[in-house]
């Protein structure tokens, strides 16, 4: 047997891999169950509790009766041309993606290296740090305002090494809202050579004098991309299916680099579908709007166990535990109830609990088994 080949140090040679790769830390999904099996409901993914349209799940079941050993439309042709009628938008100005997930990181990679600052809010989304650090760009974390956009502090930030700035809106894990106002004002400040992302992951849940324009914008400018998914009110996260837009340009560079045939055959059969059903889609965000209302009352009733909801434009709420309860503690009596919601340490709210939106009966009984846990531990 060969031996390995050895350094003069006599330590084994092996693959390095970069120092920037060495500082990421793997996304870490929301739990869907707990080490002693025993059933629980899930809401620390912020999925749609009505599930997708009847339109969808009729159209994935009969994608699965074609030949799996085809390939799908490499430029989900279909698919663009639908979103393009919807959004009024220009289908050449589209490219889809393995969810808007790929599309975030595609858009680092595609103008952000070593050397370069990619910024985005503190308590922003996971994958825009994943996203800086893989093309060995530098993350740069500007501080929030109440757990939402500052977007002076983010207007400061900006130096001659900022490239891309990410910027959800809403916010994911705060569910925060930056107002139109606030998006046209952070845009009309940045130089002409850094993309403004907008991850719109949850616009659908937002009335119309919510919205913050980005699609406009990303018809009327050079510098930005705006990205949107299926996995959210559209209720197909299994499929993974993303899309964006935005100037020529920035669409030919994410295509030269997203992978080949990166939505499946099936994912674009629902998703086309899915488009189809938009009263399903106005029904999803009327029945979220109306139990996140109810949710916020309950935990404003909570106050004096030291319970706070940050104000939500999505379909969840962060809960912050600000009295004697601790967040890991209710957690974890929680999951016991038969309830799994996200916490996130690790993102700086170890002291907050993202609770998506289930039906109105599922809210009922985690807001029961909450209230057992404050008065067991008061």
Not at 285 to 312: K, T, Y
Request: charged share 20%.
């Amino acid at each position: 047997m060969t031996e390995p080949a050895t350094s003069p140090e006599n330590q084994p040679l092996m693959p390095q891999r970069k120092p920037w790769i060495e500082a990421i830390h793997a996304y870490v999904p929301g739990k869907s169950g707990i080490d002693n099996g025993k059933p629980v409901l899930k809401l620390s993914a912020n999925e749609n509790p009505n599930g997708c349209s009847k339109l969808a799940k009729a159209a994935l079941a009969e994608s699965a009766s074609r030949n799996p050993a085809l390939y799908p439309d490499p430029e989900s042709r279909a698919l663009r041309e639908r979103l393009a009628a919807l959004h009024g938008l220009d289908a050449d100005r589209i490219v889809c993606g393995t969810g808007s997930d790929e599309l975030l990181n595609l858009a680092a990679q595609g103008y952000a290296g070593p050397g370069d600052d990619v910024l985005y809010m503190r308590y922003g989304f996971a994958v825009y740090d994943i996203a800086a650090r893989r093309c060995g760009a530098t993350p740069v974390v500007v501080p929030d305002r109440d757990y939402g956009t500052d977007a002076d502090a983010l207007i400061a930030a900006i130096t001659p090494q900022t490239r891309v700035i990410f910027l959800a809106n809403p916010n994911n894990p705060t569910g925060t809202l930056a107002s139109a106002t606030d998006i046209a004002r952070i845009h009309a400040a940045i130089p002409t050579d850094v993309l403004l992302v907008l991850d719109q992951a949850y616009a659908e849940y937002l009335s119309a004098d919510q919205r913050d324009d980005g699609l406009a914008m990303a018809r009327t400018h050079d510098n930005v991309l705006v990205t949107r998914t299926f996995s959210k009110i559209y209720g197909l996260a299994s499929e993974r299916i993303g899309w964006a837009t935005s100037a020529p340009h920035i669409i030919d560079t994410l295509n030269r680099i997203r992978g080949p045939f990166n939505v499946t055959l099936s994912g674009q059969a629902a998703a086309l579908a899915a488009l189809d059903d938009q009263d399903f889609v106005e029904q999803a965000a009327r029945d979220n709007r109306h139990v996140r209302d109810w949710f916020n009352g309950e935990i404003a009733s909570l106050s004096n166990h030291g319970l706070r909801a940050v104000p939500s434009a999505a379909n969840f709420v962060l809960v912050l535990f600000e009295g004697q309860v601790q967040a890991g503690d209710a957690y974890a009596a929680l999951a016991d109830a038969g309830y799994i919601v996200r916490w996130l340490p690790g993102q700086g709210l170890g002291h907050g609990l993202r609770i998506t939106m289930g039906t109105m009966a599922q809210m009922q009984g985690l807001m029961t088994a909450l209230r057992t846990i404050l008065a067991d531990k008061a």
